[in-house]
Antibody
Framework: QVQLVESGGGAVQPGRSLRLSCAAS????????MYWVRQAPGKGLDWVAA????????YYTDSVKGRFTISRDDSKSTLYLQMNSLTVEDPAVYYC??????????????????WGQGTMVTVSS | DIQMTQSPSSLSASAGDRVTITCRAS??????LAWFQQKPGKVPKLLIY???TLQSGVPSRFSGSGSGTDFTLTISSLQPEDVATYYC?????????FGQGTRLEIK
């Protein structure tokens, strides 16, 4: 069964850190670009960070640059998001999602067809 | 970065109505456009990709069209279970940004 399962969310004080994890199963994780998307309460979907299939390229939305780090461990089929210096602007449900893939030397742009169930991050003093 | 703009931001229609939601990209994205449905408290669900290809298991009353910068999602006959927020997403390049969403309600 193809699935993504997030963990690591919780309630923290401003300025503190959290690390989110996303465990993948049912597909060749190392062939896919992976993303973190967040949704603040009552708001829309916002792309947060992306990592290429081989981990060589990482991208961040402006509001998290320098604070968040995306990484992957293909041996564990797991995606991570290290979130430092959390602010009151960061509370949201954080989803991991599967993006495009590479096969036989060719990479294909694909929509986010598989999503995790989401993990809630709350920032409050 | 390419901006995605949806209209309308909210919509109320009667069961059986034909409903159309539009999405405009600030630059040409070819056919790299997807539509998602999100019901309250649920994970977004992929409905359509490559602008017009229906994801497996999605009812045929949903359809998509367009290319370049202008795209539409159409529900041919609105059903009560279609109440949700709909998002477009472009995925031709990083970032794979989303539109702001269209909230669809039943009259």
């Amino acid at each position: 069964q193809v699935q993504l399962v997030e963990s690591g969310g919780g309630a923290v004080q401003p300025g503190r850190s959290l690390r989110l994890s996303c465990a993948a199963s049912g597909f060749t994780f190392s062939s896919y670009a992976m993303y973190w998307v967040r949704q603040a309460p009552g708001k829309g979907l916002d792309w947060v960070a992306a990592i290429s299939y081989d981990g060589s390229n990482k991208y961040y939305t402006d509001s998290v640059k320098g604070r968040f780090t995306i990484s992957r461990d293909d041996s564990k089929s797991t995606l991570y998001l290290q979130m430092n210096s959390l602010t009151v602007e960061d509370p949201a449900v954080y989803y991991c999602a599967r993006g495009g893939y590479c096969s036989g030397g060719t990479c294909y742009s694909r929509p986010f067809d598989i999503w995790g169930q989401g993990t809630m991050v709350t920032v409050s003093s | 970065d390419i901006q995605m703009t949806q209209s309308p931001s909210s919509l109320s229609a009667s069961a059986g109505d034909r409903v159309t939601i539009t999405c405009r990209a600030s630059q040409d994205i070819s056919y790299y456009l997807a539509w998602f449905q999100q019901k309250p408290g649920k994970v977004p669900k992929l409905l359509i990709y490559d602008a017009s290809t229906l994801q497996s298991g999605v009812p045929s009353r949903f359809s998509g069209s367009g290319s370049g910068t202008d795209f539409t999602l159409t529900i041919s006959s609105l059903q009560p279970e279609d109440v949700a927020t709909y998002y477009c997403q472009k995925y031709n390049s990083v970032p794979s940004s989303f539109g702001q969403g269209t909230r669809l309600e039943i009259k």
